[in-house]
Antibody, heavy 120, light 109 residues
């Protein structure tokens, strides 16, 4: 059974830091590009960051560039998001998502999310 | 910054056809994906690479593209299809500049 399980969310003050983790199982993790996608309460999906299969290529939304860092450890089947200088507008449910596309098909998995609340 | 534009809402009666559009200048050059999200659940991919349907997704879901506009078509809409739908693609700069459309709430009357 494919599973992506996020952890590390919580309540943090503005300016604080959190590190999110995502544990993957049930699929070949190092075949997959991985992303963090967030959803503020009652709002739409917002892509936050992505990383390719070996960590050699990463990308960030303008809203988090310079504050968040994505990384992965394929030996541990894990994805991470280091979040620094947190702001109220970073409050959201953070999803871990993986995608692999071959020449003929795509496979896509999401976790259930971890909630980050930035509040004083 | 690059944007994908979707209508906020679409309403159809059961058995009718729902069409949800997504517009973006880079769509002719980048693959696009459609996601379905029901309340309290994680998104589920229903279309990939503009028009391909993953295994397990009902045949009533289809995707098409024309120029800078994508269309998600749900034929013979069922009550269980009521959900938010999001398109996702990337801008011209490549792999890791993803963007999601603002989402469309599909209401089954």
């Amino acid at each position: 059974e494919v599973q992506l399980v996020e952890s590390g969310g919580g309540v943090v003050r503005p300016g604080g830091s959190l590190r999110l983790s995502c544990a993957a199982s049930g699929f070949t993790f190092d075949d997959y590009g991985m992303s963090w996608v967030r959803q503020a309460p009652g709002k739409g999906l917002e892509w936050v960051s992505g990383i390719n299969w070996n960590g050699g290529s990463t990308g960030y939304a303008n809203s988090v560039k310079g504050r968040f860092t994505i990384s992965r450890d394929n030996a541990k089947n894990s994805l991470y998001l280091q979040m620094n200088s947190l702001r109220a507008e970073d409050t959201a449910l953070y999803y871990c998502a993986g995608r692999y596309c071959s020449s003929t098909s795509c496979y896509d998995y999401w976790g259930q999310g971890t909630l980050v609340t930035v509040s004083s | 910054s690059y944007e994908l534009t979707q209508p906020p809402s679409v309403s159809v009666s059961p058995g009718q056809t729902a069409r949800i559009t997504c517009s973006g200048d880079a769509l002719p050059k980048q693959s696009a994906y459609w996601y379905q999200q029901k309340p309290g659940q994680a998104p589920v991919m229903v279309i990939y690479k503009d028009s391909e349907r993953p295994s397990g997704i009902p045949e009533r879901f289809s995707g098409s593209s024309s120029g800078t506009t994508l269309t998600l078509t749900i034929s013979g809409v069922q009550a269980e299809d009521e959900a938010d739908y999001y398109c996702q693609s990337a801008d011209y700069s490549g792999t890791w500049d993803w963007v999601f459309g603002g989402g469309t709430k599909l209401t089954v009357l």
